[in-house]
């Protein structure tokens, strides 16, 4: 079975731009959830898509936003970057009904803003 | 108030020895469950070990076992004979179910183990 998968793996960004990073979920898994991890930080949940909608959302501001398509993959959009949103940013799939909801993580894209 | 806890920023150990990470929680959901994972410097989270609010016994995995004590709301992980391989950073997780469990996991700040030859 594939794994999860994220593209870009870094990415270079300034400030007031958009960025759109992708996520490509493990085989058989049907939920999708972002993660932001700053530097020496654990990661913090930005929301979890199922179904293609969301479902549960974190403490982050509109200007992050997601999609999930009909094949499981995700985008998780950030408008108007701010020099805070400098982070490792990590996808995780899972199989929502599966007791314990155990996620699996890609190895992330990290994103730095100037 | 933080919801995970993990009071070791860095642990140094010596190769083949047993270490234990700690970690505390906090919830009044009576139904929660407990996660660890380790991320090495590659950047990927990795699933060691899962513990459930009402199961009855101590969860274990290969190498890997969770001392839970669920009065004290401790979820210790305990790596038996360390290896090399084992020098990463640990997070401990925490995700509530009876909200439908879909707000995510909360993660603790980590600790960053070191297992030295």
């Known amino acids: 079975e594939t794994g999860v998968t994220q593209s870009p793996t870094h990415l270079i960004k300034t400030r007031g731009q958009q960025v759109t990073l992708r996520c490509s979920s493990q085989s058989g898994h049907n939920t999708v959830s972002w993660y932001q991890q700053a530097l020496g930080q654990g990661p913090q949940f930005i929301f979890q898509y199922y179904r293609e909608e969301e479902n549960g959302r974190g403490n982050f501001p509109p200007r992050f936003s997601g999609l999930q398509f009909p094949n499981y993959s995700s985008e998780l959009n950030v408008n108007a970057l701010e020099l805070d949103d400098s982070a490792l940013y990590l996808c995780a799939s899972s199989l929502q009904g599966s007791g314990a909801n155990v996620l699996t993580f890609g190895a992330g894209s990290r994103l730095t803003v100037l | 108030a933080q919801k995970i806890t993990q009071t070791q920023p860095g642990m140094f150990v010596q190769e083949k020895e047993a270490v234990t990470l700690d970690c505390t929680y906090d919830?009044?959901?009576?139904?929660?469950?407990l996660f660890w994972y380790k991320q090495p410097s590659s950047g990927e989270m990795i699933f060691l070990i899962y513990q459930g609010s009402y199961d009855q016994q101590n969860a274990t995995e290969g190498r890997y076992s969770l001392n839970f004590q669920k009065a004290r709301k401790s979820a210790n992980l305990v790596i038996s004979a360390s290896q090399l391989g084992d020098s990463a950073m640990y997070f401990c997780?925490?995700?509530?179910?009876?909200?439908?469990?879909?707000?995510?996991?909360?993660f603790g700040k980590g600790t960053h183990l070191i297992i030295q030859p």
């Open positions: 997780a925490m995700r509530e179910y009876s909200g439908g469990g879909a707000d995510g996991l909360t």
């Open positions: 919830t009044s959901d009576p139904s929660y469950g």
